[in-house]
């Protein structure tokens, strides 16, 4: 779903990013979530209502077309709803593509984005368990490369360098399955990679739609993995799944 509305914000001319719990899962599959969240750039008049044409023909989503158009121009956020999602989209005055990267086909918030919010969350007061897991997920997993300067850049935009200090402390006791100083942090396999995961999830029995809620991707992402995992070696050729 999350491709889906991608693929509606590309055709209608507005630069966007993943955010939120997607954009973690992405890269470190450590939860699940059945929310969407997007951060898109301003546009004019024509974008918006191409936009919203492109959704009701889609017919995938309800949207509340006063609210996406006032928010789309003027800046703000707005929903759109699936039967079974919701995607919340947050309009910024910003360049979205100074803050975002390609993986898995979509553009998604940098890391660094991503620490830098759920940091001034904490900040604030308003991180939940989720946020704080987050944070300290990014800051110990090998699947992610963090640039250290782009971190700092926005930490210190957000007044939360200090704090990030204290995470860094804290996320460097915690090993993968320890809980340590975390709530109820534990992302499974942080050192290992998506196509390693897939295989091991494949030995286990797995199904492709199991791995995929496991992991927080698509089935035809999963299908990619395999194959990739069958070219390692890693999954016998002749072996079928559904």
């Known amino acids: 779903m999350i491709e889906k509305f991608a693929d509606l914000l590309e055709k209608a001319g507005i630069p966007y990013m993943v955010f939120g719990a997607y954009a973690v899962i992405l890269r470190i599959p450590h939860r699940n979530t059945f929310d969407g969240d997007f951060v898109v750039e301003?546009?004019?008049?024509?974008?918006?209502?191409?936009?919203?044409?492109?959704?009701?023909e889609s017919n995938i989503f309800d949207l509340d077309e006063r609210a996406a158009r006032d928010s789309l121009s003027g800046g703000g956020k707005f929903s759109v709803f699936s039967k079974r999602y919701g995607i919340h989209v947050f309009v910024w005055s910003k360049d979205v593509s100074k803050y975002r990267e390609e993986e898995s086909?979509?553009?998604?918030?940098?890391?660094?984005?991503?620490?830098?919010?759920k940091l001034k969350l904490a900040k604030d007061g308003k991180a939940d368990a989720e946020d704080k897991k987050d944070i300290v997920a990014f800051l110990t997993s090998s699947l992610v490369s963090l640039d250290e300067d782009k971190l700092r850049e926005i930490t210190d935009a957000y007044g939360v360098s200090d704090l990030l200090e204290k995470y860094r402390k804290r996320a460097s006791s915690v090993k993968p399955g320890d809980?340590?100083?975390i709530e109820n942090f534990s992302p499974p396999d942080v050192g290992a990679t998506r196509?390693?995961?897939?295989?091991?999830?494949?030995?286990?029995?797995?199904s492709y739609k199991e791995m995929a809620n496991e992991?927080?991707?698509?089935?035809?992402?999963?299908?990619?993995?395999?194959?990739?995992?069958?070219?390692?070696g890693l999954i016998p050729k002749n072996e079928r799944r559904k």
Do not use: C
Not at 42 to 56: G, P, Q, S, T, Y
Not at 105 to 117: C, H, M, Q, S
Not at 195 to 206: F, P
């Open 215 to 232: 992991l927080g991707i698509s089935q035809s992402t999963v299908g990619v993995y395999v194959g990739r995992a069958r070219e390692r």
């Open 105 to 117: 086909g979509l553009y998604v918030a940098i890391p660094e984005l991503i620490i830098g919010e």
């Open 195 to 206: 196509v390693e995961q897939v295989a091991r999830m494949w030995k286990n029995g797995k």
């Open 42 to 56: 301003r546009v004019d008049a024509e974008n918006v209502k191409k936009f919203i044409d492109l959704v009701h």
């Open 179 to 181: 809980v340590s100083g």
